[in-house]
């Protein structure tokens, strides 16, 4: 069965680092693609960033802030969060592209 862990949440002071991991397990290989997406009080889910192959996208955003890799041999997706403003505050869902699998979420609050 498909899963996909978040940890690393937490809460930091603007201008702060965090980095985030997204354990995947259940048949999930070097070959699928991940994304990072966000949802805050009263918003909709918005995708962060996403990673395929050797390719990165990032939302406008984020851009030059937020970082996107992973460790094939430990089956996990990071995304490196610098520079954070109280904007970030969101929870933060790892997904598995082009399907209905989430991870649970994972808190990030930013102060200013």
């Known amino acids: 069965q498909v899963q996909l862990v978040e940890s690393g949440g937490g809460l930091v002071q603007a201008g702060g680092s965090l980095r985030l991991s997204c354990a995947a397990s259940?048949?999930?290989?070097?070959?699928?693609?991940i994304d990072w997406y966000r949802q805050a009080p009263g918003k909709q889910r918005e995708l962060v960033a996403a990673?395929?192959?050797?390719?990165?996208n990032y939302a406008d955003s984020v851009k030059g802030r937020f970082t996107i890799s992973r460790d094939n041999a430990k089956n996990t997706v990071f995304l490196q969060m610098n520079s954070l403003k109280p904007e970030d505050t969101a929870v933060y869902y790892c997904?598995?592209?082009?399907?209905?699998?989430w991870g649970q979420g994972t808190q990030v609050t930013v102060s200013s």
């Open positions: 990673i395929s192959g050797g390719r990165t």
């Open positions: 997904h598995l592209t082009w399907t209905d699998y």
């Open positions: 259940g048949g999930i290989s070097r070959f699928n693609a």
